[in-house]
């Protein structure tokens, strides 16, 4: 089984690019981040058609996540128990869903950007990803043999070599060492980074900037990932970034990421 994981921005606006790439890759399972639309506005016919199946959450032009499968759409879980809200009125911010496809339990994250290390997204993102660990922490106390990869945007590089330079990074998100704390806490969770032994750092990136030729120059980020339980890790014989898809027109500023399944 294939599953891979790419924060698209804009489902509607790439479209033709997603179906392409599920066709040439032969995915199976597709997490999606940053859909930007509602659930009447996603393009469900395209993907359909294909034969997969698809869950949707989105409210408007911000956030939103999917899944597509091909192999079983089971158990939909549209966010994790105690995820937390944010905004005023307070908002649950369509950032999570889950399901089992083909007996994995797959769920397609978009972690909380965080914006500056004293805005109060910050402390949502920490407060986010602390819940999250929390829940994934009980799913493996509840089955060790639990078969579940964490995918998406995680908006973390969890190490110095995922950032193009750490001098242009320094003070700010994603490279902060709470950050990187969280992301070590899922770790240490028993969840493992499995695609890294297969492409290897540094300058291995998932995302570049639109701004400033940011993917020519080489200036990118490590921030998306696939972290998989141990039942799942022992399964994976291959993993790769598709680079390619970040080239030409209309591509999204992230990388898709790929993971094989014995």
Known sequence: MRIATWN?????????????FLERHDVDVLAIQETKCREDQFPALEL??????YVHVGLNQWNGVALLSRVGLDDVTTSFADQPTFGDPPVLEPRAVGATCGGVRVWSLYVPNGRDLEHEHYAYKLE?????????????????????????????????????????????THVSEPERAAFRAMVDTGFSDVVRPYAPGPGTYTYWDYQQLAFPKKRGLRIDF?????????????????????????????????????
């Open 48 to 53: 359909s058609s294909m034969g997969y199946e």
């Open 226 to 262: 696939v972290l998989a339980s141990p039942a799942l890790a022992a399964r994976v014989d291959g993993a790769f970034i598709d680079r390619e898809e970040r080239k030409g027109k209309g591509a999204s500023d992230h990388a898709p990421v790929v993971v094989d399944l014995a």
């Open 128 to 172: 986010w990803l602390a819940r999250l660990r929390a829940d994934a922490e009980g799913w493996l106390a509840a089955d060790p043999d639990a078969q579940i990869a964490l995918t998406g945007d995680w908006n973390i590089a969890p190490q110095d070599d995922d950032v193009w330079d750490m001098a242009v990074f320094e003070g700010k």
């Open 8 to 20: 698209v921005n804009s489902i509607r606006s790439r479209v033709d690019r997603v179906t392409a």
